[in-house]
């Protein structure tokens, strides 16, 4: 079910059957039958229950079921229909800052059952039962409202309080979580390093008028414009720490909800850093990947890795010349003969025969198993990120081409046919030393990765040891990220939508 979508309702119920679903994030049961007024009580529940859904991602009350999920219903006369939907709408509209009315609906689901045993279940009643019988009948009030674009929404004006649901629960959110959504917008996780803007440093902790005008003011200016970010991004990149040793490699992660597009944000600021020669003085070499991570058909890490190959090998004037020690081959692909691909490769059995009939250069090579043996003999990350890899294996890169072999149509059919017998391993060795020879030519690595819908490709396709900016936009909302690389995260909310 779309996070965003309520769940259809059901035409009619019957009286003491159990509802067919559970409260959760999105559904609220009150039975109400037994207070003497009903009608008060529903007041006071939409108060808190729609600002707790409005904040979150939108629900229903359910007046008349039970905390079993029994259907008990209510008594109400049309008189009464028309004074709670007037109710409903007024506590709506207090809110603060003001909500679309067509966020809210009441509706009145009927409750099968005989009129007299209806007229007599509840003692409690004072909803005018001196009308006529016909006109006074049972039901289930079922009370909507669709989450807002705001960060917060307050319940009135002159109240500090705001709601957030949280499982089946609905719970007050704290002066912090405010300001957090005021500042921030609606992120699952908040890191006050990621982002931290002074002007909110001076409020209080405490309750006090000055937190509601404070929130009320940021949400007249609105939440932090695209400018903003992209400034925010310039400022984390350009930024020279004193007596701390910075990572060679930068990261710009801009993220949000689902519905939010984030590739217009991470392209403006590639072509910022490409282009402002002020601030980014450095000759910069972009690549750019879609991972298709919103679709039906992301990539997965290994595709993404021949994907990411294939373009910077294609931008490299020299060839790559790869060779294997037998003993690594047989290693990586558990001694499987490969069958040929092509006449041009029909005598090559095994990868290591495929790849070293593109040899013709006997130059000097450089051991790559791991980027950080071209700067100590320390392993890197890359060891925890591939299962079964070994400080034994060895590949060895032979120059003086880095792409003759990955620009072959044999490799293009090894990387389509062969694809389940090369190791990622394998792939992320040859992608970082591709990264390393585009430094040595005196350019820094500008690799916009668009659309990422998984941690693990992310971590998969971050460089180590290298001179990299990294941009990226994620797909949907951030899982805790962390990592040893500088990295500054940057939400995305959902009026950026309408900024041109």
């Known amino acids: 079910m779309d996070r965003h979508r309520l769940r259809p309702l059901p035409e009619s119920l019957r009286y003491n059957d159990l509802i067919d679903f559970d409260e959760d994030e999105k559904t609220e049961f009150k039975e109400l039958n037994k207070t003497d007024k009903p009608i ?34 209510l008594m109400i006369s049309d008189n009464n229909k028309d004074l709670i939907c007037r109710l409903v709408s007024e506590i709506v509209n207090c809110m603060i800052p003001p909500v679309d009315a067509g966020l809210n609906t ?9 009129v007299e045993q209806i007229l007599t279940s509840n003692p409690y009643l004072d909803l005018n039962l001196d009308s006529e019988k016909e006109k006074i009948s049972r039901y289930v009030i079922a009370v909507s409202i669709l989450p807002g674009d705001a960060p917060i929404y307050f319940t009135t004006a002159a109240s ?69 970010l992209i400034l925010a991004a ?18 710009i992660i801009f993220y949000g909800q689902e519905f939010i597009t984030k590739a217009q944000l991470g392209e403006e600021l590639c072509d910022v850093i490409t282009t402002n020669k002020e601030q980014f003085p450095a000759i910069y070499r972009k690549y750019y990947i879609d991972l298709k991570g919103s679709t039906n058909e992301p990539l997965s890490l290994k595709n993404a890795l021949i994907e990411i190959v ?12 790869i060779s294997t020690q037998s003993s690594v081959v047989n290693s990586i692909n558990g001694n499987t003969t490969i069958p040929s691909l092509d006449q041009s490769s029909s005598t090559a059995s095994t990868i290591e025969e495929t790849i070293n009939t593109m040899s013709y250069d006997k130059h000097q090579s450089t051991s790559c198993v791991y980027p950080s043996t071209y700067r100590n003999q320390t392993p890197s990350r890359d060891v925890q990120l591939v ?17 003759l072999f990955l620009q072959t149509n044999l490799f293009n059919d090894c990387s389509k046919k062969l694809v389940s017998q090369i190791s ?23 690799l916009h990765l668009g659309d990422i819908g998984n941690k693990s490709i992310l971590d998969g396709l971050l460089p180590t040891d290298v001179q990299a900016v990294v941009v990226a936009t994620y797909s949907s909302q951030l899982d805790k990220f962390e990592s040893p690389l500088e990295y500054k995260l940057l939400y995305v909310s959902p009026p950026l939508l309408q900024e041109s």
Request: net charge positive.
């Open 40 to 73: 008060a009580k529903i007041k006071d529940h939409c108060r808190k229950y729609l600002n707790g859904f409005i904040n979150l991602h939108g629900g229903y009350i359910f007046f008349g079921v039970d905390d079993k999920k029994r259907i008990r219903g």
């Open 106 to 114: 009441t509706e009145f689901i009927p409750v099968q059952e005989e």
């Open 160 to 228: 500090q309080s705001a709601y957030i649901r949280d499982g089946s629960r609905t719970l007050a959110m704290s002066n912090d979580d405010i300001i957090r959504r005021i500042t921030f917008g609606r992120q699952p996780y908040f890191t006050v390093t990621s982002y931290a803007p002074s002007k909110f440093h001076y409020i209080s902790r405490t309750s006090s008028p000055e937190l509601l005008n404070y929130c009320l003011e940021h949400l007249r200016k609105g939440p932090i414009t695209r400018k903003e």
């Open 234 to 251: 310039i400022d984390f990149l350009i930024a020279k720490k004193a007596n701390i040793k910075t990572s060679d490699t930068k990261v």
């Open 310 to 321: 294939h373009l910077i090998a294609s931008s490299i004037d020299q060839s790559i010349i």
């Open 387 to 403: 299962s079964g890899s070994s400080t034994a294996e060895s590949l060895e890169l032979k120059k003086p081409g880095l792409t």
């Open 424 to 446: 990622v391993a394998l792939l992320r060795t040859v992608y970082i030393d591709l990264l390393h020879e585009v430094n040595n030519r005196g350019e820094i690595i500008l």
